[in-house]
């Protein structure tokens, strides 16, 4: 049994509640230790994973390119296995839908979060069996969730009453957990309050789904991605076990926690390493469900992925806007619509690497190639870069494996969308 089960196999006692966390650490860290046994730790070339810089060198490429090191999706994923080993990993399909980075993940046990048919239909081609698939969107159509519920997925979010009305109907007796509204603070790509209820809702709601039928499993919630406040999971666990006792009180036994993702990957600022998250994770599930922990459900899209990717792009201009202008525009073969749409707002600040680095620099508008004046990435946040920069030189973007591809337009004002090749 793979290590990412340890949690339902307690479930299946009956007993997810009283489980002894040390000893499950424990048998965990030494099925990890088995699987990890010919797993390679990828090495590096200053920034950049090593295969990533010589696959660059080794080839012409014209295009934008995502290149994807699946090893460097395995051995984040086994981090965080084995820095978590007390609850399950769902990895968030949107981050990166890619076959190779599914399969990988598939076969080190991983479970899967979707949020379309065609997303369950990914995991289920790639023999994921349905019972490591959640449908974690809590925006379904109904013949959407009928079609999961067909073809065996189990696990469901929801929160609102008319959602939780739609499962009732179309997957009757399923697993379903609540979304709990959080304030995403510290996050720098909030997830703001498009999803989750308020915890008060969210209590009715788990005992309005077991007298529809349905399993009222647990609370969920995400606390805002690339979230680099470790106290925000003490905040939201403070509060979900809190619901945990008013059900409790009224008769429904919540017995899992989805802690969502917002884990980090590498920008411009340093982050904590994943241990370190793990760390204080494990803190306030301690600290706040003083009787046992309940099961945990993570699901990590960016900290698996991010990192194990870099887009090469290429200078089209630079120019400037007055002669005596400091600042130079540059403008590259990739913008906002074509896979790096997280620039919205500068939230997420990309590392650049140029052939000129060490050099000196000056002080740039990076913009992307298309005809919209919202094809820029950061004019408000300072960016440098070398003096010696030049028109067709071409630059890597680091980090870049997690939410570009999946926000590339196909193909607006002609320019194609960002492709991907995984090594
Ligand atoms: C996007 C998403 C995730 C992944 O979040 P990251 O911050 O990328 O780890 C996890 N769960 C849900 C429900 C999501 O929508």
């Known amino acids: 049994m793979l290590v990412t089960n340890t949690g339902a ?19 965990a860290i030494s099925l990890v230790s088995d699987m990890t046994e010919g797993l390679r730790l990828p090495e590096r070339q200053g920034d950049m994973p090593l295969r990533i810089a010589d696959y660059l060198a080794a080839f012409e490429i014209d295009d934008p390119l995502l290149v994807i090191d699946t090893d460097v999706v395995a051995s984040n994923y086994m981090a965080m296995s084995r820095s978590l080993p007390v609850g399950r990993i769902f990895y968030a399909v949107k981050a990166n839908p890619e076959h190779a980075v599914i399969a990988k993940l598939a076969a080190l046990g991983s479970c899967f979060d979707t949020a379309s048919r065609n997303e369950i239909d990914l995991c289920l081609a790639h023999a994921v069996t349905p019972d490591r698939i959640s449908y974690g969107n809590t925006i379904k159509k109904q013949r959407d969730i009928e079609y999961a519920y067909a073809r065996g997925v189990g696990l469901f979010a929801f929160d609102s009453d008319a959602e939780l009305e739609k499962l009732a109907e179309s997957a009757p007796g399923a697993m379903v957990y609540c979304r ?73 036994t919540l017995r899992m926690v989805n802690l969502g993702g917002g884990m980090p990957a ?9 241990e370190e998250y793990a760390g204080a994770i494990v803190n306030a599930i301690s600290t706040n469900f003083k009787h046992g922990f309940p099961e945990l459900i993570f699901e990590p899209g960016r900290s698996v992925v991010g990192d194990a990717g870099v887009i090469q792009a290429e200078v089209v201009l630079i120019s400037r806007k007055s002669d005596n202008d400091e600042k130079r525009w540059v403008y590259l073969d990739i913008g906002k619509f074509s896979g790096l749409a997280e620039t919205m707002d500068e939230s997420i600040k990309y590392r650049f690497v140029t052939p000129h680095d060490g050099g000196k620099t000056g002080p740039v508008i990076l913009a992307g190639p298309t005809c919209d004046s919202a094809d820029i990435l950061y004019e408000k946040v300072a960016y440098e870069l070398p003096l010696d920069l030049k028109i067709g030189d071409k ?29």
Request: proline share 5%; hydrophobic share 45%.
């Open 9 to 27: 196999a307690a479930l299946e006692r009956n007993d997810s509640l009283i489980f002894e966390p040390d000893a499950v650490v424990e048998a």
């Open 180 to 252: 709990v509204l959080m304030e995403c603070e510290g996050a720098e790509w909030p997830l703001s309050r498009k999803f989750g209820c308020e915890p008060e809702m969210a209590l009715r709601l788990l005992v309005r789904a077991k007298e529809l039928g349905l399993d009222p499993y647990g609370v969920s919630f995400h606390v805002g991605s690339q979230q680099t406040d470790l106290s925000q999971w003490d905040v939201a666990l403070s509060r979900v076990a809190e619901l945990f006792e008013d059900a409790e009180d009224l008769v429904v």
């Open 266 to 274: 590498r920008y411009r600022s340093d982050v904590r390493p994943m």
């Open 395 to 423: 630059v890597q973007i680091l980090s870049t494996g997690a939410y570009t591809t999946t926000y590339s337009a196909v193909a607006f004002n002609g320019f194609e969308p960002l492709q991907t090749v995984c090594i």
